[in-house]
Structures are given as C-alpha cells and as structure tokens.
C-alpha cells in the first residue's frame, strides 16, 4: 500500500462529482464490467470523470485499498464509492443512480 497513490486517488475522487475508475476508456472499455458501468454513467446523461486503471499501474495495484473494493469498475460519487458494475446497473434500474445524480446537478 502506497500513501502517496492513495492521497492522489482521494484528491481524483474529490475533485470530480462523478468519478469511474475502469478498464479502458468509456470509448473503448477493456473489460464488460467496465463497458456496463461506463454505460450505465452514460445513460444518465451526466458527465464523469473516467480513469484508465490499466494506463496506471500505481492506481490499479492500490485502488483496492483505497476505499476496500477489490475489484474494478469503482464508481464514486462526491467522495464515495457506489460500487461496480453490478451495484450501478441495479441502482439505474431501480432509479436510485439517476436520483443521486440528479441531486448533484442541483447543487
């Protein structure tokens, strides 16, 4: 675990409303958990903050430690982690995400 990369990964995630750390870019997602959290951000209309863990070798190996989440996708928003890919799709689909979203756009 490395302090510096976690301060830099708390600095992304509270610079940005809405942050996706994925495998690829939303263009061109390198995995399907990837594609379908990338997709699912898009369908809300909103705009976010995407990083290419596989272009960043510090961040993909302390990521996990960062908020316990072993896995990628990591979605955050305001400084928390929603979760994945699975989480993202079933809070879209339940309307919980778009609500989330919609309250960052008023404030």
């Known amino acids: 675990m490395d302090q510096k990369v976690l301060d ?3 600095q992304i ?9 994925m495998k690829g870019t939303p ?4 995995c399907g958990f990837s594609n379908v959290a990338a997709q699912v951000l ?3 209309g909103t705009e ?3 990083v290419n863990v596989l272009q960043d070798p510090e961040i993909f190996e ?3 430690y960062y908020a316990n989440w072993p896995t990628f996708p990591q979605i955050y928003i305001n400084g928390e982690l929603i979760g994945g ?3 993202s799709r079933e809070m879209y689909e339940k309307g919980e995400l778009q609500q989330l ?3 960052l756009k008023q404030a």
């Open 101 to 103: 979203l919609a309250c």
């Open 85 to 87: 890919a699975d989480i």
């Open 8 to 10: 830099r990964i708390k």
């Open 42 to 44: 898009n369908a809300c």
């Open 62 to 64: 302390n990521l996990k």
């Open 48 to 50: 976010f903050y995407a």
């Open 27 to 30: 263009k061109f997602p390198q």
């Open 13 to 21: 995630v509270t610079e940005h409303p809405v942050v996706l750390f």
